[in-house]
């Protein structure tokens, strides 16, 4: 038994959700069964999440107990990562402001990639931050257009406070091709689900199980959690009258969120993690051309290292949409007239863009060394009218995590916005800072003079021309009001 | 403060083109229809004008960069043609530019002129502008009217005037000027508009909707100056002269800092005073014969009159509901129907306002002329109230 193990947690579920019944409504002319599977909603992400701005948020999450410092490795995973050939943990590990010493690479190509992602930083020396992030997209009118969701998970490794013990690993590799998307394909191909079901859940699943088990010398009696992602219908139920195994089942995250590919079994993990009691046992599966087991023991320390927001603050923290269209825009399934104004040309000058890194990536405001004003953009002299100290003398105040308030705004319906209106307007920190800053995911309503707001990682522009994007921060309001 | 170019150059002629939907004429046959309007007006030919001074806002449509469209088609041989560009106060800042030089003696007689060819983007309002290579990176997308339309809610929650109230302050703004251009051949649009209409129009950028936002349209004006002597010299008996020309342009200060209160434009007050210093003016509300400001949203005229010091501070509302700034009130404000309804063709708008208080000194004003009026503002604003460019002048009888 190794020392090392889990040292952090935390989850990041898109605010938007829609109730799968109007998916499947939208589809009843050509597909009635749909409405068979239509219960509960899903999570879908907005025009401008993707896998990276999801990772960052799920990161900050499990970050905020612990801090960056100690971190040296990130490894970010995904099925649906924006970019084929640039690194996409680059991205999240300069929003994040983890050290440039930190090693980074991304893990794709199989949803098995969260857990054995998570299993390489378990046996490493190193205290390691991996995040499983998924925007998966499904055909319209598929069943998996109403079983998929979107979100990701981050969890920290290392042999310090850990909260649960890596006790063993096993893997199971086979090329069983249950699904694929060829590499420039938009949607996944499927096999039929029993033979899935009865030649690899039911077969490859308990061996990795056992092997885990045997090594750690544990029972299957003894285990308290089960964590079977939901890569189809009751295969949780299926693998546990397999295995024996009659503890509790970890919740599927299906009535409310949704598959989230190669980041679900990190974000069940983080809803286990976020109920369970120290000395648990929890056998950890990840499923896709072979199997991950994981076997862990929670620790006394999880009661203290608890995510701020986590799956269950994640899932609490929702706005309700009706309109299928506007998640079918949002995922490219409809092609909509957005009006000449939206031909603006997008390039992003890369080389600006990496000269000012510290601040639009880390959304560093400087505070003058003379007066103490905090400012954002950082400009050459301080902006404070008595002062005018050079920049050089800025200290960076990262404004990510600063409380602030709405001070003034508007809904712009002129803009081209994929997400009409744009709400734009000036964010008041409280530490003096002022910035002009859209404002994303507010529902109707739901912005005002003085609302409190946080600060969340976004896709900033899309440049459809030549497939780049860009990121920055935009503002959120921190609590969405009950209808 | 310097002595100031109060008196020191006259205007010897203006001209101002049809502005509206101009899709039969480019923008140098706009240049030419104000230029030979201004040339006959002035009694003077193309040769003896020894500088000039250009202005034009975008370049993604009209005619690209530099001033040689303007040299070209106004065939401005050999003389010094600069370019202005400064966003919608471009066109006040081209009559600054040929202002200082005759007032330097650098030039005896110089041109302004400004134009705009909006009407070729094939849609309706303004075109998005390049914000630089590193505003791209976090500034945030926004129509002009989204950054003016948040002067409401700083308005609002500063004098504790309500939504409905600054609708209703909005909408008669609107109104006037609607009945104004009805009374001005060269305007863009020319029709009375209910308030009724006015007020439920669709929302374009909240509060600020449809009848809210100016006219963009394609034209030019222009003026030529000189000294009070070279136009006495010319036979020039009723001259106009240049009162005051100033300028505040933001630092940043107002979109960095929490010092600024979202419910004014801080340069248009500096500018005002500068202004008012540099032409003599104590009592604005009782000495101006009549104001153009910068209407691009009927929400920034508003408080505009507030930081032209002409309406207490939060009295404006009232002011405007009173018809103090109607055609017949105390100070009539867009006379000619503003950039609301004689329209905004970026470039020339500082020179039409300009053309404006000219035409009504000079007794021109036809229709709409005002009762023996002897000193006018202009306020030209470019940019969003907080990170905006004001361009102030006052003209006035010698």
Excluded at chain 1, 168 to 197: I, L, S
Aim: with cysteine; aromatic share 8%; proline share 4%.
């Amino acid at each position: 038994m190794s020392s090392s193990g889990i040292t952090g947690f935390g989850a990041y579920i898109p605010r938007l959700r829609i109730q799968r019944s109007l998916i499947a409504d939208a589809h009843a002319w050509m597909a009635p069964s749909l409405r068979g599977a239509a219960k509960g909603e899903r999570a879908f992400c907005s025009w401008d999440e993707d896998a990276i701005t999801m990772a960052v948020e799920a990161g900050r999450d499990c970050l905020s107990g612990i801090g960056v410092e100690s971190i040296e490795s990130v490894a970010l995973v995904s099925t649906t990562l924006p970019f084929a050939d640039l690194q996409n943990s680059a991205v999240v590990s300069s929003a994040l402001q983890l050290k440039a010493s930190t090693e980074s690479m991304d893990i794709a190509g199989s949803q098995r990639g969260g857990t054995s992602g998570l299993s390489r930083a378990l046996q490493s020396e190193k205290s390691c931050l991996i995040i499983g992030s998924e925007r998966p997209v499904a055909k319209p009118a598929s069943a998996q257009e109403l079983a998929f969701g979107a979100g990701a998970a981050a969890i920290t490794t290392g042999s310090k406070d850990v909260i649960a013990g890596y006790l063993a690993g096993a893997t199971v590799t086979a090329n069983f091709v249950d699904h694929f998307r060829a590499a420039e394909e938009k949607y996944n191909y499927y096999w039929e689900d029993r033979w899935v079901r009865d030649e690899a859940i039911l077969k490859l699943v308990p061996k990795a199980a056992a092997s885990a088990l045997d090594q750690a010398g544990i029972s299957v009696r003894e285990l308290d959690h089960l964590i079977m992602p939901p890569v189809q219908r009751n295969a949780a139920q299926a693998v546990a009258r397999k295995l024996g195994f009659e503890g509790k089942l970890a919740d599927e995250l299906k009535q409310n969120c949704g598959y989230t590919g190669a980041a679900h079994p990190l974000l069940m993990l983080a809803g286990v993690l976020e109920e369970a009691g120290a000395g648990e046992y929890i056998l950890l599966i990840g499923f896709g051309q072979g199997v991950d087991a994981i076997l862990l023991r929670t620790t006394e320390h999880l009661a203290a290292h608890q995510p701020m927001r986590g799956v269950k603050g994640s899932l609490a923290d929702k706005l309700d949409t009706c309109d299928y269209l506007r998640m079918l825009s949002f995922y490219q399934g409809i092609e909509l007239d957005w009006g000449m104004r939206s031909e603006k040309n997008s390039k992003t000058m890369l080389s600006a863009q990496y000269r000012t890194l510290n601040q639009t990536a880390g959304f560093n405001a400087g505070r003058c060394a003379q007066c103490n004003t905090i400012q954002f953009p950082q400009l050459q002299y301080c902006v404070n009218d008595g002062c005018r100290a050079p920049s050089e003398q800025f200290e960076n105040i990262s404004l990510v995590d600063e409380p602030c308030k709405v001070f003034t705004f508007t809904n712009d319906w002129l803009s081209y916005h994929p997400a009409p209106p744009l709400n734009v307007g000036f964010i008041q920190f409280d530490n003096g800072a002022r910035v002009s800053m859209e404002m994303v995911d507010a529902g109707a309503g739901g912005l005002a003079v003085g609302v409190p707001m946080r600060i969340v990682f976004r896709i900033k522009e899309i440049d459809w021309q030549r497939c780049y994007r860009r990121y920055f921060w935009k503002a959120t309001p921190e609590l969405i009001k009950e209808d | 403060m310097a002595s100031g170019i109060k008196d020191k150059v006259a205007i010897l002629g203006m001209g101002c083109s049809q502005f509206g939907e101009r899709w039969d004429k480019d923008s140098p046959d706009l240049m030419a229809e104000a230029f030979d309007e201004a040339l006959l007006d002035a009694g003077v030919e193309r040769n003896q004008i020894d500088a000039a001074w250009y202005g034009c806002c975008t370049d993604s449509v009209n005619v690209g960069n530099s001033a040689i469209p303007a040299s070209t088609a106004l065939r401005l041989d050999g003389i010094p043609v600069s370019r202005m560009e400064n966003m919608c106060a471009t066109g006040t800042e081209a009559l600054r530019g040929a202002t200082y030089a005759v007032a330097a003696g650098a030039a005896d007689i110089a041109l302004a002129i400004g134009a705009e060819k909006l009407k070729d983007t094939g849609y309706g309002g303004l075109p998005p502008v390049f914000k630089g290579n590193f505003n791209e990176l976090w500034l945030p997308l926004g129509s002009a009217p989204a950054g003016f339309a948040q002067l409401a809610h700083g308005y609002e929650h500063k004098h504790g005037v309500s939504r409905e109230d600054i609708k209703q302050a909005m909408a008669h703004i609107s109104w006037k000027s609607h009945q104004n251009g009805t009374l001005s051949p060269k305007a863009h649009l020319r029709k009375a508009v209910s308030m009724e209409t006015i007020l439920n129009a669709p929302m374009i950028s909240d509060p600020i909707g449809l009848f809210d936002c100016c006219g963009v349209s394609d034209g030019a004006a222009c003026a030529i100056v000189t000294t009070p002597e070279i136009a006495r010299s010319l036979g020039k008996s009723d001259l106009v002269s240049i009162k005051a020309l100033q300028l505040s342009i933001s630092s940043g200060m107002e979109s960095t800092t929490n010092s600024w209160d979202g419910s004014h434009v801080r340069n248009t007050r500096i500018a005002a005073r500068r202004a008012y210093r540099e032409a003599g003016i104590d009592k604005p509300r009782e000495e101006l014969s009549l104001i153009e400001v910068h209407d691009c949203f009927s929400i920034t005229e508003l408080v505009t009159m507030e930081d032209l010091f002409l309406s207490e501070e939060g009295q404006a509302t009232r002011d405007v509901m009173d018809g103090f700034y109607d055609r017949d009130g105390g100070v009539p404000c867009q006379t000619d129907g503003g950039l609301k309804c004689f329209g905004h063709p970026i470039g020339a708008s500082g020179l039409r306002m300009a053309y404006e208080i000219y035409s009504q000194l000079l007794d021109r004003a036809g229709e709409r002329q005002l009762d023996s009026p002897s000193i006018g503002l202009a306020h030209n604003l470019g940019g969003v109230p907080y990170l905006s460019i004001s361009a102030i002048s006052i003209l006035g009888l010698m």
